[in-house]
């Protein structure tokens, strides 16, 4: 079926020109696999400043989460909005279908009981490397080194260079592996 813009215009939804904020929530109760992409929102000049400045410092004083819609790119998209600052972030949330249940996955996972000795290993290691997150290090680095051997081909290079493959190693001894890395890790921290 070919449709005209003005047919599309003619779809008209509470959420096509505003979002339409539809319940308050506690923000734990969303549960994080429905979370998609973040975006800031900010006041339109005059009227709507006001508004949105109640809007916020009401959130603000209860606590709670917005869930609305609104029409993005020809499609509705539900929000959940959070104070942030002087404004709200948005994060645009999956449909409830395309989420999957996560026993759908899990339930071929086979029960084991992990040894005691190797847990607190890993622990020792969880320890070791256990930091403040710090998103300016999040990097891609396929694209990096990608872009760079682009540069390199267009440079004219014949001899590019490649990264080592990894090895095809399969690990028998998972204690002596965690012990390993724990030596590695405490050498490290000491530098």
């Known amino acids: 079926v070919l449709l005209s813009e003005a ?3 003619k779809v008209q939804l509470d959420s096509t020109r505003a979002i339409d904020i539809q319940q308050f929530v506690d923000a734990a109760d969303i549960d994080r696999r429905y979370y998609d ?3 800031y929102l900010v006041p339109e000049k005059g009227v709507g400043a006001e508004a949105f400045a109640v809007i916020r410092e009401a959130m603000k004083e209860t ?3 917005a869930i609305g819609a609104v029409v993005m790119r020809g499609r509705e998209r539900q929000l959940a909005l959070e104070v942030c600052g002087k404004g709200l972030i ?3 949330l999956r449909a409830h279908d395309e989420v999957r249940a996560a026993d759908d996955y ?3 996972i086979p029960a084991v009981k992990a040894a005691r000795e190797m847990v607190e290993v890993a622990e020792k290691i969880i320890g070791q490397k256990a930091s403040k997150l710090d998103p ?3 990097k891609d680095r396929y694209d990096e080194a990608l872009k760079a051997l682009i540069k390199a081909k267009q440079k004219g290079g014949k001899k590019l ?3 080592p493959q990894p ?3 399969n690990v028998i001894d998972l204690m002596a592996a965690l012990r390993s890395s724990l030596k590695g890790s405490a050498s490290g921290a000491r530098k």
Do not use: Q, R
């Open 7 to 9: 047919v599309f215009d």
């Open 37 to 39: 992409s973040p975006f």
């Open 63 to 65: 606590g709670k989460t």
């Open 90 to 92: 948005a994060y645009s």
């Open 106 to 108: 899990f339930d071929d």
């Open 136 to 138: 300016s290090k999040f």
């Open 161 to 163: 260079v490649e990264a």
């Open 167 to 169: 090895e095809d190693t």
